[in-house]
């Protein structure tokens, strides 16, 4: 009659591991500044946006205006085609976007592609300059928006009244939103968080950024602010798209938004333009439930697992394992049929939910078996 050797083997072995605690957000990256294209009236005249120099080809930019005082959301340059003089006049325009939060989650729906918008802001005002650089001309600016909800591009519809000459026409313009999303995958850490973005553009998705990111946490109030650390990342032609300035982020909830200033926005152009960007960052991780998402949580203290223990038992049936360990954590059972095999074939995988926890070994023709329990 055969005789069953038994010999049982507990340990921990950890398989590699590239990031401890990693998780998941997501994030959305968006411009804004607007791109215009060039319109021009049933009687001739174009204009066109650009924030760059007069005699600079025209960017189509609409920038954001940043100062505290004033009306207007937006403002830029513009060269004015005059067919009734035979003369590019170059002059500056500024008025605003339709405001609105139609899905309230704090950020205006202009900025978002599955928004639609549409209206009318009449505080726009313009004006001209001769050659010499001197304003001659001063008027008011109606800008009539429409944009459909999905689409990254959309219309807007400038009507130029002059305070000498009246009416300039009304300048029919498409304007296209700058906007992507993606996952960040990230790894929290007591005074800093460190991870790597993979964001697609709304509408456009054969264009991509990707690249490292990294947040320090302010010390003094480290689960709300966190600063972003300059860093470069790339587009789909794998150009440079660097930020060299730190720029702070605050929590709200579960989302983390502030801003990141490209060095260049658009590497198609001969300057630095469309600067200025959003970021906002939506983390539903919560691993203790405190109500602070783990993007800038203190990271919880987690005991090592316990090194299993071992217990062979028979039955009508056949053999049982007891196993005791830490529960929650995946254990594997293997076996061999020889302790100089070092090919150990996993027999049964269990993740504990009682402590012990005795578990059925599936049957085998081996006349010796071996059997260990491996903790991932």
Not at 280 to 306: E, K, M, Q, W
Request: charged share 15%; proline share 6%.
């Amino acid at each position: 009659m055969k005789r069953l050797v038994l010999i049982l083997s507990g340990g921990l072995l950890f398989a590699p591991f590239l990031a401890s605690g990693a998780q998941t957000a997501q994030a959305r990256l968006y411009c804004l500044s607007l791109r215009f294209q060039p319109a021009t009236t049933t009687f001739g005249n174009t204009l066109q946006l650009t924030s760059l120099a007069p005699n600079a080809t025209p960017n189509g930019e609409l920038a954001p205006d940043f100062d505290p005082t004033s009306p207007h959301s937006h403002l830029t340059g513009f060269l004015y085609d005059d067919v009734t003089v035979f003369e590019t006049i170059y002059g500056a325009i500024a008025f605003s976007i339709v405001n609105s939060d139609a899905n309230q989650n704090g950020y205006t729906d202009f900025f978002e592609v599955s928004q639609g918008v549409s209206g009318t802001v009449d505080d726009g005002a313009y004006v001209m300059f001769d050659d010499s650089g001197q304003p001659f001309d001063t008027g008011s600016v109606r800008a009539t928006w429409s944009r459909a909800a999905g689409s990254k591009d959309g219309t807007c519809v400038l009507r130029l009244t002059s305070s000498g000459f009246g009416s300039l026409g009304d300048y029919t313009h498409a304007f296209e939103l700058i906007e992507y999303r993606g996952p960040l995958d990230y790894t929290p850490g007591t005074n800093q968080v460190s991870g790597a973005l993979q964001m697609t553009r709304e509408g456009a998705t054969q264009n991509r950024i990707a690249g490292p990111i990294e947040f320090t946490k302010v010390a003094a109030n480290p689960l709300n602010e966190l600063d972003l650390r300059p860093g470069v990342w790339t587009n789909t032609a794998s150009e440079s798209l660097t930020f060299s300035v730190t720029n702070r982020f605050d929590r709200d909830a579960t989302n983390y938004f502030g801003f990141v200033d490209f060095d260049d926005g658009d590497l198609n152009t001969v300057e630095p333009d469309y600067l200025t960007w959003g970021l906002s960052i939506d983390d539903a991780n919560d691993s203790d439930s405190d109500g602070v998402p783990d993007f800038s949580d203190s990271p919880a203290s987690t005991p090592p697992p316990r090194a299993p223990a071992l217990v062979l038992m028979r039955d009508v049936s056949g053999f049982l394992l007891g196993i005791s360990g830490t529960v929650g954590r995946a254990h594997e059972v293997q076996e061999v049929s020889s302790l100089g095999d070092t090919n150990w074939n996993m027999v049964l995988s269990v993740t504990l939910t009682n402590d012990p926890q005795i578990v059925t070994l599936p049957p085998s023709t081996s006349a010796t078996r071996f059997w260990r329990v491996w903790v991932p």
